[in-house]
């Protein structure tokens, strides 16, 4: 069963996320925290950048979101695979945005990639379980 | 304070997640030829480049090829909330 330890003292659940280049050929990890309020996985713009995923096109349709700051509208992009706590999600739609760096992440894992899994999270041991959910 | 300026580029090294922390406290880390294990989480890899700005490990994204890990080896302190 995927299982990812983490410190149940620590300040936010930060995971490792995997996401496969636009072209197939290669893939980038970032840490990302683990946001069960947020609708919308993000992304970094110079990591999907790098990843040939071009989120400065203005041709990208834009997603409304709701931030600290009010509302925007940031670039939203399809990326071949995405995988964290050992499962995967092909085509996943994840946002374009910067988190502040004194965040530790360089995104944000939301519900339209944890919707697809059941997922257990033992706070006081700090151990996340993300398994196939039985429909 | 050990204040870093710029991306520097590290010794080329395989460490593992623990060594990394050990080594690289608070800093951000470019890791090429990474090891995940079976929950999609950094084993161990090769540190290329560090800094405790994560702009600069941004930047040297630009001149790396192929697959690559980013990396923060801080915690928030514990005074500090997060609200996104």
Redo the contacts between chains.
């Keep these: 069963m995927p299982r990812v330890v983490y410190d149940p003292a620590a300040t936010s659940i930060i995971v490792d996320l995997v996401i496969l280049s636009a072209d197939g050929t290669f893939s980038a990890v970032i840490p990302v925290v683990l946001d069960t309020g947020a609708s919308h996985t993000i992304i970094a713009n110079d990591v999907l950048a790098r990843l040939g995923y071009d989120p400065a096109n203005p041709l990208l349709d834009r997603q409304r979101i709701i931030t600290r700051s009010g509302i925007e509208y940031a670039p939203s992009v399809s990326v071949r695979s995405a995988a964290a706590i050992g499962q995967r999600v092909s085509e996943l739609e994840v946002v374009a945005h910067d988190l502040p760096a004194e965040s530790g992440v360089d995104g944000l894992l939301g519900l339209n990639f944890l919707k697809h899994f059941k997922l257990t999270i033992h706070f006081r041991r700090g151990v996340i379980d993300l398994t196939k959910a039985k429909h | 304070m050990n204040v870093i300026k710029g991306t520097t580029m590290a010794k080329r090294s395989f460490f593992t997640k623990e060594e990394m922390k050990r080594k690289f406290p608070d800093q951000?880390l470019l890791?090429s030829d990474?090891k995940?294990d079976?929950?999609?989480?950094?084993c161990k890899g090769r540190v290329v480049a560090y800094s405790k700005?994560?702009?600069d490990i941004?930047r040297a994204?630009?001149e790396?090829k192929?697959?690559?890990?980013?990396?923060?080896t801080?915690?928030?302190?514990?005074d500090?909330?997060?609200?996104?």
């Design positions: 951000w890791v990474y995940l079976a929950s999609t989480t950094l700005n994560r702009d941004h994204l630009k790396h192929g697959n690559f890990c980013i990396h923060y801080g915690q928030l302190p514990k500090t909330g997060v609200l996104f």
